[in-house]
T-cell receptor, first 112, second 113 residues
Framework: KAGVTQTPRYLIKTRGQQVTLSCSPI?????VSWYQQTPGQGLQFLFE???????NKGNFPGRFSGRQFSNSRSEMNVSTLELGDSALYLC???????????FGEGSRLTVL | AQSVTQLGSHVSVSEGALVLLRCNYS??????LFWYVQYPNQGLQLLLK????ATLVKGINGFEAEFKKSETSFHLTKPSAHMSDAAEYFC???????????WGAGTKLIIKP
């Protein structure tokens, strides 16, 4: 069974630009969550999508948005990038009934 | 409200020594508890989970954790540390399979040769 796939793995942007990250969950998983990980703030929850609907949302500004498609693939978008948005962005798909999260390897964003 | 506390942002042990990573939680109902591991430049991987079955849970790579309700703890142990265990370890709690995981701040495990 293929794992969670995130693309791109690495990217560099400049302040003010926008970025879109993609996540393909494990086949059959309907829930996709996104996390931001930085050395200073640790692992912070961004949002969760379940069957194309946002089910939970963390405490991030509106510049951070996401969506989920009918095939459960998800994208997250960050507009008007700031230096502080430099982080590892992790996607996780969730197994129904057990609640176990399966993580991708992450997309490392550097904002210059 | 639920919360998770991991004692010690860094823990250093010698190769071959006992590994003990501490996790305390607060939850209003019987929780689901998880330990995840993150190796450098990788995502998180599930080590083990407690979902109200046996209180002693065995995971991958020789790790185990014991759910102690009276102490609200779910400490992670391994009898003998290996260099390959060097990583960051995260404890997490949730109310159930459809609820958000609440994460601890993580503990970096350092193995001394």
């Amino acid at each position: 069974k293929a794992g969670v796939t995130q693309t791109p793995r690495y990217l560099i942007k400049t302040r003010g630009q926008q970025v879109t990250l993609s996540c393909s969950p494990i086949s059959g998983h309907r829930s996709v969550s996104w996390y931001q990980q930085t050395p200073g703030q640790g692992l912070q929850f961004l949002f969760e999508y379940f069957s194309e609907t946002q089910r939970n949302k963390g405490n991030f500004p509106g510049r951070f948005s996401g969506r989920q498609f009918s095939n459960s693939r998800s994208e997250m978008n960050v507009s008007t990038l700031e230096l502080g948005d430099s982080a590892l962005y992790l996607c996780a798909s969730r197994q129904d009934y057990t609640g176990e999260l399966f993580f991708g390897e992450g997309s490392r964003l550097t904002v210059l | 409200a639920q919360s998770v506390t991991q004692l010690g942002s860094h823990v250093s042990v010698s190769e071959g020594a006992l590994v003990l990573l501490r996790c305390n939680y607060s939850s209003s109902v019987p929780p689901y508890l998880f330990w995840y591991v993150q190796y450098p430049n990788q995502g998180l991987q599930l080590l083990l989970k407690y979902t109200s079955a046996a209180t002693l849970v065995k995971g991958i790579n020789g790790f185990e954790a014991e759910f102690k309700k009276s102490e609200t703890s779910f400490h992670l142990t391994k009898p003998s540390a290996h260099m390959s265990d060097a990583a960051e370890y995260f404890c997490a709690v949730s109310l159930g399979s459809n609820y958000q995981l609440i994460w601890g701040a993580g503990t970096k495990l350092i193995i001394k040769p």
